[in-house]
């Protein structure tokens, strides 16, 4: 549902990169869009945060563009967040983060969250 809190953790200003893609089409299909990196100020208009725990809204999906080398720090933010839903996109997977997932019931899915949006599937994917 368009209107929802969507943080994409690790968030890029450079257009080749899946994560500045996936913050332009989450704001093409009317999601709240909360682009989340320690050193950028501005994505497409939005501003960014430096950390999770900057976030004092509800987030509806976190999708994910950090790899599992760079994770494992973040992982307990992710849980304090309590997100309803994650998204592991292509190259972040983290058996550490599922784990955590998993214990704190918060569903996740390995999935590329471009594709789940351009096959109008990012509502009914989980």
């Known amino acids: 549902m368009p ?31 909360i682009p989340v ?6 994505i ?31 992982i307990d933010s992710i849980i304090k967040l309590k997100p309803q839903r994650v998204v592991l996109n292509p190259g972040t997977e983290s058996d550490e983060l599922k784990e955590a997932l998993k214990k704190a019931s918060i569903p996740y899915l390995e999935a590329c969250t471009l594709v789940l949006l351009r096959t109008g599937q990012f509502e009914s994917a989980f």
Do not use: F
């Open 3 to 33: 209107g929802k809190n969507v943080a994409v953790l690790g968030a890029s200003d450079n257009p080749e990169r899946y994560s500045y893609k996936a913050v332009k089409m989450l704001s093409e299909h009317n999601y709240n869009v």
């Open 37 to 42: 990196h320690p050193q950028l100020e501005n």
């Open 44 to 74: 497409e208009g939005y501003k960014v945060v430096k950390d999770l725990s900057d976030i004092k809204d509800d987030v509806y999906t976190l999708t994910v563009y950090v790899g599992p080398a760079r994770i494992t720090p973040l």
